[in-house]
T-cell receptor, first 112, second 117 residues
Framework: DAKTTQPNSMESNEEEPVHLPCNHS???????IHWYRQLPSQGPEYVIH???SNVNNRMASLAIAEDRKSSTLILHRATLRDAAVYYC?????????????FGKGTRLSVIA | GAVVSQHPSRVICKSGTSVKIECRSL??????MFWYRQFPKQSLMLMAT?????????EQGVEKDKFLINHASLTLSTLTVTSAHPEDSSFYIC?????????????FGSGTRLTVV
């Protein structure tokens, strides 16, 4: 799977929007962009994924650059419960049922 | 949505004893499950892939005789840490996916924090 680069940590104020960046300059045309997050002392949970178009769901929005070499996970109003490590992972469509490979992710702190 | 149940959530055991961790897919069948280990402030590291009805596949550096994996049914995989030592203390997490379609996400258990004393 192609490599991603994320900042080690970010900080946000509560109820402010948060933009978590991910660079993936070597992405291929068949790589999906997945985001997971891991709350403290929990297993990771799926957040969102996309291929080319921007995506929205109840948890977040995913903005994908036109050249697909970067993407941004957007939390529209950060809450204290959003404090977690956020992982950006690329997965080729042909990966089948192979395991996810986690990088270091971005540790998001939310300040009240 | 798909749910993976992992038990126990926390266990303390004496050095030299064995501990079994269960991972169940509650509302879907999983022919494949994955086991990860996570040390403090580090990312998840894949330990092994558990295949229903066949032997597990272990990652390089993971001792298969120490970390026994059994996947006897389509909804249950177990990880047994045998002859545990303090260095085995870690956060163990299992994962599965309801369908083999890459477009769908993986579901993770809530993790098991193992402390070996």
């Amino acid at each position: 799977d192609a490599k991603t680069t994320q900042p080690n940590s970010m900080e946000s104020n509560e109820e402010e929007p948060v933009h978590l960046p991910c660079n993936h300059s070597t992405i291929s045309g068949t790589d999906y962009i997945h985001w997971y997050r891991q709350l403290p002392s929990q297993g990771p949970e799926y957040v969102i994924h996309g291929l080319t178009s921007n995506v929205n769901n109840r948890m977040a929005s995913l903005a994908i650059a036109e050249d697909r070499k970067s993407s941004t996970l957007i939390l529209h109003r950060a809450t204290l419960r959003d404090a977690a490590v956020y992982y950006c992972i690329l997965r080729d469509v042909s990966s089948g049922n192979t395991p996810l490979v986690f990088g270091k992710g971005t540790r998001l702190s939310v300040i009240a | 949505g798909a749910v993976v149940s992992q038990h126990p959530s926390r266990v303390i055991c004496k050095s030299g004893t064995s501990v079994k961790i269960e991972c169940r897919s509650l509302d879907f069948q999983a022919t494949t499950m994955f086991w990860y280990r996570q040390f403090p402030k580090q990312s998840l590291m894949l330990m092994a892939t558990s295949n229903e009805g066949s032997k597990a596949t272990y990652e390089q550096g993971v001792e298969k005789d120490k970390f026994l994996i059994n996947h006897a049914s389509l909804t249950l995989s177990t990880l047994t840490v045998t002859s545990a030592h303090p260095e085995d203390s870690s956060f163990y997490i299992c994962s599965a996916r309801a369908t083999g379609d890459i477009r769908y996400g993986y579901t993770f258990g809530s993790g098991t924090r193992l402390t070996v004393v």
